[in-house]
């Protein structure tokens, strides 16, 4: 997956909501109450001189569906934010972007989520599976 | 909330709230034995490749996350969180050969369940301790305590107690109360305690809680 965006068009609201979002995730972490650090695939520490997701979102000119260079080709899957997005709404391959290229102006992330590394279980019934997961969950919930 | 598999083929699911804990299990074919924590919200993402579904397999990730992966290719992760000590279940014999001081029991089979007013007696006694009384007309008495002379009562049928030992008071902190109450409201509730302990069983869902005073 792949997604680029554009820095005009984000509000405050929505780096800070992604920001708590990378954090929670440890994915990031803020330094000097400014920074984030992002620690890219192969370990080495991605370390921007402003705000990542200021970095991550530079004026640009793709379309879902377009081949884009990163040192690879990929295509581009989503812009962000959309249209429509909730104010709040912070997209899962944006935050979990890894890997950063500066071009020209534009910056674009990169993610590629790592895939399975071992299998754990089949399940037959996924829908038992989820009537119990919530059934145990719903059952020490307090908020009812 | 953990997730563990054993080669046995069951999947359970373990949620742990201060010293109460509950615990389902379903059906699954299980390589070998597990057990991984996360956070019991981030862990409905795991819900998605579950509906309507036909098959459904569960990997651990790099991330490390737990992924599940529908027939259709829908994909669901929720990373891992921190292990934390999983309770032990009591033996089964615990009430009958085990048990610290008295043991009351009480079972729940009413159609219906307990019904709105009984949830609003409980939830206006949060986050105090609830308690459960049958009366001698096997009527439910739900109280703050052993005298509280406010109590809800809800007439029967649909309750039991151990022994049929009734106007004996049961005890049980305020979460497994509304436990009890939305287990009853899907099918049979059994309920069992003794000066250290409790042991609820919803029959619905096969959930079971258990926790210490």
Same mark, same amino acid.
């Given at each position: 997956?792949?997604?680029?965006?554009? /820095?005009?068009?984000?509000?405050?609201?929505?780096?800070?909501?992604?920001?708590?979002?990378?954090?929670?995730h440890?994915?990031?972490?803020?330094?000097?109450?400014?920074?984030?650090?992002?620690?890219?695939e192969?370990g080495?520490?991605? $370390?921007?001189n402003?705000?990542?997701?200021?970095?991550?979102?530079?004026?640009?000119?793709?379309?879902?569906?377009?081949? %884009?260079? %990163?040192?690879? $080709?990929?295509?581009?899957?989503?812009?962000?934010?959309?249209?429509?997005?909730?104010?709040?709404? %912070?997209? /899962?391959q944006?935050?979990?972007?890894?890997?950063?290229?500066? /071009?020209?102006?534009?910056?674009?992330?990169?993610?590629?989520?790592?895939?399975?590394?071992?299998?754990?279980?089949?399940?037959?019934h996924?829908?038992?599976?989820?009537?119990?997961?919530?059934?145990? /969950?719903?059952?020490?919930?307090?908020?009812? | 909330?953990?997730?563990?598999?054993?080669?046995?083929?069951? @999947?359970?699911?373990?949620?742990?709230?201060?010293?109460?804990?509950? +615990?389902?299990? *379903?059906?699954?074919?299980?390589?070998?034995?597990?057990? !991984? +924590?996360?956070?019991?919200?981030?862990?409905?993402e795991?819900?998605? &490749? @579950?509906?309507?579904a036909?098959?459904?397999?569960?990997?651990?990730?790099?991330? &490390?996350?737990?992924?599940?992966?529908?027939?259709?290719?829908?994909?669901?992760?929720?990373?891992?969180?921190?292990?934390?000590?999983?309770?032990?279940?009591?033996?089964?014999?615990?009430?009958?050969?085990?048990?610290?001081?008295?043991?009351?029991? @009480?079972?729940?089979?009413?159609?219906?369940?307990? =019904?709105?007013?009984?949830?609003?007696?409980?939830?206006?006694?949060?986050?105090?301790?609830?308690?459960?009384?049958?009366?001698?007309?096997?009527?439910?008495?739900?109280?703050?305590?052993?005298?509280?002379?406010?109590?809800?009562?809800?007439?029967? &049928?649909?309750?039991?107690?151990?022994?049929?030992?009734?106007? *004996? &008071?049961?005890?049980?902190? !305020?979460?497994?109360?509304?436990?009890?109450?939305?287990?009853?409201?899907? =099918? *049979?509730?059994?309920?069992?305690?003794?000066?250290?302990?409790?042991?609820?069983?919803?029959?619905? !869902?096969?959930?079971?809680?258990? +926790?210490?005073?």
């Amino acid at each position: 997956m792949f997604t680029v965006a554009e /820095r005009r068009a984000i509000s405050d609201e929505l780096a800070e909501a992604a920001e708590r979002w990378l954090t929670r995730h440890r994915l990031a972490e803020e330094v000097d109450g400014r920074w984030l650090e992002l620690v890219c695939e192969d370990g080495e520490v991605f $370390t921007p001189n402003t705000v990542m997701l200021h970095l991550a979102v530079p004026p640009c000119d793709v379309s879902p569906g377009d081949s %884009v260079d %990163v040192g690879r $080709t990929q295509t581009v899957a989503e812009l962000w934010p959309r249209v429509d997005a909730p104010p709040d709404e %912070v997209p /899962r391959q944006l935050a979990l972007a890894r890997t950063f290229v500066h /071009r020209d102006d534009l910056w674009v992330g990169s993610c590629e989520l790592p895939g399975p590394v071992q299998e754990l279980f089949t399940v037959e019934h996924p829908d038992a599976m989820l009537s119990v997961m919530n059934a145990t /969950r719903r059952t020490l919930a307090k908020a009812q | 909330m953990s997730i563990s598999g054993d080669t046995t083929g069951r @999947l359970s699911f373990t949620v742990i709230d201060g010293n109460i804990a509950a +615990w389902g299990s *379903t059906e699954a074919r299980v390589r070998e034995a597990f057990t !991984y +924590w996360l956070g019991a919200g981030p862990a409905m993402e795991l819900a998605r &490749p @579950l509906r309507g579904a036909t098959h459904a397999v569960g990997s651990l990730g790099g991330r &490390p996350d737990i992924i599940i992966t529908n027939d259709q290719g829908v994909e669901g992760r929720c990373l891992l969180d921190d292990a934390r000590p999983t309770p032990v279940p009591l033996p089964q014999d615990y009430f009958e050969n085990h048990a610290q001081g008295r043991v009351a029991g @009480l079972r729940i089979e009413r159609e219906g369940g307990l =019904g709105r007013e009984a949830l609003s007696a409980i939830t206006n006694i949060r986050p105090r301790d609830v308690t459960f009384t049958v009366a001698d007309d096997l009527s439910l008495a739900i109280g703050s305590s052993p005298a509280d002379a406010n109590a809800f009562a809800l007439g029967g &049928p649909g309750f039991a107690t151990l022994e049929d030992r009734r106007n *004996t &008071p049961i005890v049980v902190p !305020y979460v497994v109360a509304l436990a009890i109450h939305n287990g009853a409201t899907g =099918g *049979t509730v059994d309920l069992k305690v003794d000066g250290r302990r409790g042991h609820l069983h919803r029959a619905d !869902y096969g959930v079971t809680v258990q +926790w210490t005073r």
